[in-house]
């Protein structure tokens, strides 16, 4: 008898074991990344993913931000009184709150994407520009054109808690992976400057071949960041481990934006003077392919799934979609007046 008892005590193991690995793969509704259902359930915020699958574009002639539906290629939202000229904009990890720079009201605007609504503002230096938030989700830092200066803003209260003196016009902001780093573009004298986040402190100022670079990206694994330099035709590489540049890309006239595929193998340019996005791929640093987009593209963002490619095109008043299967424009939606940042989760 405890011989059979045995056996069948060791088969509802085995079939709770299954049912236990069926549950896990199955995953939760709602926090999961492909195939979630947009506004699905998030945990607040620096979590969850209530924003998941939309695109949202700083308008900075109508002083909104469309929300757009890539999946149905549609204008889902208009969220309005977000700041005069808004620039930059940002998502925080978990995709519940986005930071704005609105470069006229020299503050960032704070939205809740669960409501499409302004949740506040900060006043910052002026003709805030760029703007990126660590991928930790406590700091957000902002590039202010006009005072050549980054106000750091805590996430736990809000506020700024550091003004940091950099070169002269910084455009453009990226954050390391590990939320130790800043990059800052300086495009008015040529430099990158590297701002320390545990203390705030210049570390760094790289001089090379830069032409009024607007904005940088920082590899997935932080070992580069390429910087578009929107005064000419190519994109610089930095080497983080001697923060030196170490080569240049060709790419189309005036590049303004730029953005890492979640592996790293690809950069996307947005190319202002050309209308079109050159892809770049890193393993031979060489441009593999161009793409014509609308008039002016100003911003530009990778999916987290790495299937599409948004662009916004501020001249035409357009979103493009790219579909990274065939790199090719699938859809163009139509947002607001000048649309110039743009982020998506």
Do not use: W
């Not at 208009?78 to 720079?101: D, H, K």
């Not at 949740?119 to 660590?134: A, E, K, L, R």
């Amino acid at each position: 008898m405890r011989k059979i008892s045995f056996n069948l005590n060791a088969a509802g193991l085995l079939v709770l074991a299954l049912l236990m690995i069926f549950i896990a793969a199955c995953g939760t509704p709602g926090t999961g990344t492909i195939g979630t259902v947009p506004g699905g359930p998030g945990d607040g915020f620096g979590g969850g993913s209530s924003s998941y699958g939309y695109v949202y574009a700083a308008n900075s002639s109508s002083g909104s931000v469309s929300v757009v539906d890539p999946y149905s290629a549609s204008l889902s939202a208009t969220i309005s009184g977000v700041g005069s000229s808004p620039r930059g904009l940002v998502l925080t990890p978990g995709g519940n709150y986005i930071y704005l720079a609105a470069r006229d009201s020299n503050q960032v605007t704070i939205l809740k994407t669960s409501s499409n609504s302004v949740y506040g503002t900060i006043p910052v230096g002026q003709g805030p520009t760029g703007i990126d938030i660590t991928p930790d989700a406590y700091h957000v830092f902002v590039a202010n054109s006009n005072s050549n200066t980054v106000s750091h803003i805590s996430t736990s209260t809000d506020s700024v808690v550091a003004t940091i003196p950099v070169g002269t016009s910084p455009m453009g902001v990226a954050c390391t992976p590990e939320s130790n780093y800043v990059y800052v573009a300086n495009s008015g004298s040529n430099t990158v400057s590297i701002i320390k986040v545990s203390n705030d402190s210049l570390i760094k100022t790289i001089a090379g071949s830069f032409n009024a670079p607007s904005a940088l990206a920082v590899s997935p694994g932080g070992r580069y960041v390429y910087v578009a330099n929107s005064g000419s035709n190519y994109v610089s590489i930095i080497d983080t481990s001697s923060d030196s540049v170490t080569g240049t890309v060709t790419v189309g006239s005036n590049p303004s934006s730029l953005a890492f595929t979640p592996g790293g193998r690809y950069v996307y340019v947005a190319n202002s003077g050309s209308n079109t996005v050159s892809i770049i791929d890193t393993n031979s640093d060489t441009v593999i392919k161009t793409i014509s987009v609308g008039s002016n593209p100003s911003g530009i963002v990778v999916s987290q799934d790495a299937y599409r490619v948004y662009v916004s095109n501020s001249n035409s008043n357009t979103l493009s979609i790219i579909t990274t299967v065939n790199d090719e424009v699938s859809n163009t939606v139509s947002v607001g007046s000048g649309p110039i940042g743009v982020d998506s989760r």
